[in-house]
């Protein structure tokens, strides 16, 4: 019985523990910490090759010439068609910025080696996106994972990989196929669609990869 106390009261005090210093960590700060990291970039250009990992459809990889320009301006120069995520190229913590949101810290995670702080962001007007849960690194406030929850086209894992720059590498996207909008019209004969996979109801999953190379971060018009 003696034992089972002393068991017990080394649990409580672990969880009380752990909770006190989750209280430690503000929410808000981490947020604004990984949206300073990036604040100064107002436009990038890059080269990218996308590769797509969907059951129902064989494409070969595809080159682009992705450019950004605050707030909104995204081109994607590309021969062909390319599937893209409609959130893929615009710097992700501005896109969080511009969203009125309650912040919850939910906890660390390690990821690839990285100790991340958990948030989760919780809109406060209704829209199409329901939650979106950050895993931001403790050591330098970049965003290491992340995963939008919307109404209507279920959910969507980013995952980012970075070098020297603090625009990532490679983001590899994981979301959901089930009644994905193709546009067939502008397909050519290098692609392939087994329409009865495509048909399917079942949930399944797809990804999409994409590398980038030389970037040229807040260039000039005789840069690009």
């Known amino acids: 019985m003696k034992l ?18 989750s209280q430690d960590i503000d929410p808000l ?15 990038y250009t890059a080269d990218a090759e996308i590769n797509v990992d969907v059951d129902f459809l064989r494409m070969s990889p595809r080159k682009a010439k992705i450019t950004y320009q605050y707030p909104n301006k995204l081109d994607v120069d ?9 959130y893929g190229f615009r710097p992700f913590m501005k896109t969080v910025a511009g969203e009125d949101n309650m912040v919850v810290f939910a906890g660390r995670e390690d990821i690839d080696g990285n100790t991340c702080f958990i948030l989760k962001l919780l809109p406060k007007a209704d829209g199409k996106i329901v939650m979106i849960k950050l895993w931001i690194r403790i050591d330098d406030y970049l ?26 590498d490679k983001m590899t996207f994981k979301f959901e196929t089930k009644g994905i909008n193709i546009p067939w019209r502008i397909m050519g004969n290098s692609i392939e669609v087994d329409e009865g996979k495509f ?10 990869s994409i590398v980038f190379s030389n970037y040229i ?8």
């Open 29 to 43: 700060i981490v947020l604004d910490s990984a949206q300073n990291k990036i604040q100064h970039i107002k436009s």
């Open 4 to 21: 089972l106390i002393q068991i017990y009261v080394f649990i409580l005090f672990a969880l009380l523990s752990a909770n006190a210093f």
């Open 78 to 86: 590309t021969k062909g068609f390319i599937m893209i995520p409609k």
């Open 217 to 224: 971060v807040n260039f000039n018009d005789d840069d690009r």
């Open 143 to 168: 965003v290491q994972r992340s995963e939008t929850f919307t109404r209507r086209s279920g959910s969507f894992l980013i995952d980012f990989k970075y070098g020297k720059q603090l625009l990532p």
């Open 199 to 208: 048909k399917d109801k079942d949930m399944k999953t797809g990804s999409v």
